[in-house]
């Protein structure tokens, strides 16, 4: 069954990485999984980092390996403000595993409650699920 679509935006501090008209979102928030369809209620939400998954149909979806960021939904469109997106299959699992490496040392280093701390645990946390990604597909 086919679903209205609506105009979608994903932006990182490089520029824009997807610009069309889907069917759904499906991503995830600081509190869970969340897909949107067309006319959904106004939203602004935390993203934490997932593989984002971009219906432009039932048999074509564009996959993003999304960092933290934000979510606004508003006026049957949706804009999401990530750090990074990537596609899943240009993802180099060498190169992750040599920055995760690195936020792993960041992190045991870090002292207690510290801005250093709170960025070593967050980009773990991001290359972690960029791992997963790029090893599943």
Known sequence: MAHEKFP???LTPEGEVFNDEVEMVSTKTATGS???????????A??????LRLYKSESEVV??????????VGQNRALLLVEEA???????????????GVAERELESAEDD??????AQRDK???EAFIELAEGS
């Open 46 to 51: 935390m993203l934490d980092p997932t593989e």
């Open 86 to 100: 990537h596609p899943p299959d240009q993802l180099d699992v060498s190169e992750l595993r040599d920055r995760l």
């Open 34 to 44: 969340i897909g949107v369809l067309a006319n959904h209620a106004p939203l602004l």
């Open 8 to 10: 979608v935006e994903v």
């Open 125 to 127: 946390r991001r290359l």
């Open 114 to 119: 510290s801005e250093k701390q709170r960025v």
């Open 63 to 72: 996959s993003f390996a999304q960092a933290e960021g934000y979510m606004q």
